[in-house]
Each structure stands twice: as structure tokens, then as C-alpha cells.
């Protein structure tokens, strides 16, 4: 994997995870209404989805890196 | 950059090294055998000793039991909660879809499919689909009543994600079809191979030469799609014709791409095993045949580990001149449960689809039949040409069809020539192959 490309990757991996917060949030100030409740999971469906293009990747050499001396 | 010039759906997933796919498939495996034990009461009990954290490397994976359609069936036959039993991953009230097996090997299997599960096999699709091709130009339609199947709602869900113009096809006959390709101008179908042949043929007694109606790709599913049939289809055609493998229970697990020599698994979304035909206990090698074993690695409302598909796939190597770099299989050659002794002979229909359709242009469909004459197994060939063969073409075709099928299968099939129209024809699992010997099926 090019450098430049994890670097992009990671980028991509933190707007994944602040898509994910906001949508919890968003969903603990809904709770009860289900026009956020149910939009707020399909908002995290596409994330989960996501984590595996993108964030599965930097995870996997976060792991490399961790154990490089 | 125009659609066609993005060769990837996802160009880091798509060109990782081997070591990365694999750390990856570990990671989602513990992942997912974590998930499953603490949410299905099915893993709580099958891996009750079992610690993820424990799994390190594919021999690890190798220890844990295979799991197979009769083991999903006693997981919902009369179990809670109705329909899908200890197998659920998810709470009941979060599963979005009912999907089912077709039945044909027994009681029906209930597949489950949360919000989030049914938008990770989509994404698998959206894959197989950028790779045969299909971009948001084009105008997708699928000639098919879908329903309780799984077939092509992934691949119309799919379309949809990519931006295509999808017609659903469901209630038309094969003229209404034909006669609506024409009028949404279509450029992508999904069909099963025996429909696609059926519209084709339909379509020139229509007076249509269906390589004129502007479809430039096709998308196959539901049957074995062998090297001659795709072939035939993409003459009929005038369009490339893709192939995937997959199914209601593990999704679909490999797919062509532009190159269209052999599948690619979709790594790292799934860990395929290929194990040996004899008692699935070793991987096989590059080039020999091998039983799919397969593991959807993001799918938690259905979680399956280590499944059993029973799908016969010859096994290749890693990497392709489209750049990817996933394992990819060479060919499908059936089921493990089609596969059948005659006489003493290993005989897979497919091989009897591959000749028809390579070398008899003239057979529109075909049936084959294994019976009981006395304690002796007798195979039977029963083909149904065009109205356009002579009597004595037709004479020449069964004197041919018994001898290159007795040097493709080392079996001797009685020929049998049929009425034009008289086999029937299938949009759906075509079922070409009846073994009626334990069936009391004497002749």
C-alpha cells in the first residue's frame, strides 16, 4: 500500500467514525421518533458498509505498524 | 474521467496484497465468530469452547466445524423465533427481509436480512456488477418475477446503487419482455443462462435479431453458466455475458470480470475454503476441483461459518490482468449433489451442457434421465432440435450427440428426439437432470 494512499485511507477512516458519531447522536436526541430512528439506521448500515472498503484497511496496518520494533 | 475509465468499484479493497486480504478476512472472522456466539443461540452452543481471540491463522479457522443446509434446517425446524430460529443474528423486530432457499434439496431454508445485512450484499453485488461492467449509463432490465428468492433483487438493488436506470421485468411474458427491452432501449440484462437462451430464441421468431436490440451486457444467475452456454448467449446476443456463483444462504461469493476467464472471489468480504471432494477435511491445489466452503464475513443478521455450499469449483491462482488481486476459480462444474456414479462413472450434467452447447447449435433444450432397465443404470438423452433440421439431419444429430457423449462422459446415452416445444423451459434453475433410480424409476 503507497503512502499516499494510506494517509488518504485514514482521512476517509475518521469521517467514517464522525459519520457514525453524529449518527448516534443524532439518534439519542430522536429516540422515539421513528422518522430519525429509522433514517439513522440506515445512516449506520452505510457506515458499516464503509468500515469495509476503507477503515479495515488502515485497522490492518495500524496493527502492522504497532508491532514494528 | 468518464464512468468506463473507473475500472474499480473500490480501488485499495480491489489490489491488496495477499497478506493484507488475509489479515483482513482474520480480523472480520473473529469478529464475526465473537459476534455470533454472544447474538445466535446456534454458535452459543456449536462454539461454547471456542475463544476468537484464539483464531491466528487459517489452520486455526480449519478446526472449527463445517456447517451445511441440514444443520440450518434443524436450526429453524420448529425453533424460535418463527421463521428463522436459533440461526437469527439480530433481534426479530430488526430483520427487513425474508428470503428462502428454493426447496429443491429438501424443506426450505429462511434467510434473515437486517437493514444493515442486506446493504452489505448489496455492496458485494455493486462490485460484481462495476467489474462485468454496468455503470450508471446504462438502462438495467431484469426479466424475472422476483419474489420470495433472492434471485436478482440483489442485483436490482445493486443497479439501483450504481446509478443505472432499472426496469423490473416481473409480470410480462417473454414477447411483453422482448417487446420491453425494445422500448427502454436496454444496454444490461440480469437472467438465468436457459431464459437468456429462451428470449434469444423467442425473440427470431419474432422476426428480432436479438444482437440487434442494443444490449451490450448480461448478468447470469441461478444455474451453472459453462464456458460454451456463455459463449452461445454472447453470439445470440451480440453482448459480453458475465458469470457470478453464489446463493440465498451465503450470498454471492464470486464473479467475473471484464476479462471474463474464471471468477473472482470477492475478497476480502469473504473467506472461500476449497476442500476436497472426498471428505472435505484438505484444501485442494491450483487446478483441481474442490468444494467451496464459504464464510460471509459482514453479514451478522444470518451469520454463517464455514458453510458447506456443495458448489464444485475448480480452483486457480491469485491474481488477473484486470489488475485484481483476489483468488479467483477457473470454472463451476455443479453441485456436489449432482454430481452421480452411472455405471460405475463420475457424471456431472454440466459436461452434457457443455457439448450441446458448443457443438449441436441446432438442440434448443435438452433433458437428461437416469433410470433402473433390470439392476443395470441406463442414462437417457432427450433433446429437442429447431423446427429447421430435416429428418435426416436429425438422424445425423443423434448418431453424433451418442458418440461425442460417449468419448465426453465415457457413458453411452440412449438419444431420444422430442417434438419442437415439447421440453419445457425455465426462468429459474433450469432442471435438466432427473435421476429417477431411487425412485423406483425402471424402465
Known sequence: MREVDLERLKSMKAEIDAIEQHALALASLGEGVPAIEKNVRNVLSAAYVLKFGVSDIVDIHKADAATKP | ?443
Request: hydrophobic content about 40%; overall charge neutral; glycine content about 8%.
Open chain 2, 1 to 443: 474521467m468518464g464512468p468506463r475509465d473507473r475500472k474499480y468499484w473500490n480501488p485499495y479493497l480491489e489490489t491488496l496484497s495477499r497478506d493484507e486480504i488475509l489479515a483482513i478476512q482474520l480480523n472480520r472472522f473473529r469478529d464475526l465468530l465473537g459476534y455470533a456466539k454472544t447474538h445466535s443461540v446456534f454458535y452459543r452452543d456449536r462454539y461454547r469452547d471456542i475463544d476468537p481471540a484464539h483464531i491466528k491463522t487459517i489452520e486455526d479457522i480449519r478446526k472449527l466445524p463445517l456447517i451445511d443446509k441440514m444443520d440450518l434446517r434443524k436450526a429453524q425446524d420448529g425453533k424460535e423465533p418463527f421463521p428463522f430460529g436459533e440461526i437469527l443474528g439480530v433481534p426479530p423486530e430488526e430483520v427487513s427481509l425474508f428470503r428462502q432457499t428454493s426447496g429443491t434439496t429438501g424443506k426450505p431454508v429462511y434467510v434473515s436480512e437486517s437493514w444493515e445485512s442486506w446493504q452489505w450484499r448489496v455492496e458485494v453485488w455493486c462490485h460484481i456488477l462495476w467489474m462485468a461492467g454496468f455503470r450508471e449509463t446504462d438502462r438495467v432490465f431484469v426479466p424475472f418475477g422476483y419474489n420470495v428468492y433472492v434471485a436478482f433483487w440483489e442485483g436490482h438493488c445493486a443497479a439501483e446503487k450504481l446509478g443505472c436506470m432499472v426496469v423490473p421485468g416481473g409480470a410480462l411474458d417473454t414477447k411483453g419482455r422482448i417487446n420491453k427491452i425494445i422500448e427502454v432501449k436496454a444496454t444490461g440484462l440480469l437472467n438465468t443462462p436457459t431464459y437468456g437462451l429462451h428470449m434469444a430464441e423467442e425473440a427470431e421468431k419474432m422476426g428480432l435479431k436479438p444482437s440487434e436490440l442494443g444490449v451490450k451486457r448480461m448478468m447470469c444467475a441461478g444455474e451453472p453458466l459453462p464456458h460454451a452456454t456463455r459463449k452461445k448467449l454472447e453470439a445470440a446476443w451480440g453482448a459480453e455475458v458475465y458469470d457470478h456463483i453464489g446463493g440465498t444462504e451465503p450470498c454471492a461469493w464470486a464473479a467475473m470480470c471484464g476479462q471474463r476467464n474464471g471468477l473472482h472471489i470477492m475478497e476480502p468480504f469473504f473467506l472461500v475454503e476449497f476442500l476436497d471432494l472426498k471428505d472435505q477435511t484438505r484444501e485442494v491445489e491450483k487446478g483441481e476441483l474442490g468444494i467451496a466452503v464459504v464464510t460471509p464475513l459482514g453479514r451478522r443478521s444470518f451469520p454463517l461459518i464455514r458453510f458447506n455450499t456443495n458448489d464444485v469449483v475448480k480452483k486457480s491462482g491469485d491474481g488477473c490482468a484486470c489488475g485484481r488481486t483476489s483468488v479467483m476459480i477457473d470454472e463451476v462444474s455443479g453441485r456436489a449433489d449432482d454430481l452421480r456414479k452411472i455405471r460405475g462413472v463420475l457424471f456431472t450434467p454440466v459436461s452434457v451442457e457443455e457439448l450441446v452447447r458448443a457443438e449441436f447449435p441446432e438442440v434448443v433444450e435438452y433433458e437428461i434421465v437416469v433410470k433402473k432397465r433390470g439392476v443395470m443404470d441406463e442414462i437417457s438423452l432427450r433433446v429437442e432440435p429447431s423446427g429447421e433440421v430435416s429428418q435426416s439431419g436429425l438422424k445425423d444429430m443423434a448418431k453424433r450427440l451418442s458418440e461425442r457423449l460417449k468419448i465426453r462422459t465415457n457413458l453411452t446415452f440412449l438419444i431420444d428426439v422430442a417434438e419442437p416445444g415439447a421440453l419445457p423451459r425455465y426462468t429459474l434453475k433450469a432442471k435438466r437432470f432427473r435421476d429417477l433410480r431411487g425412485e423406483g424409476g425402471t424402465a
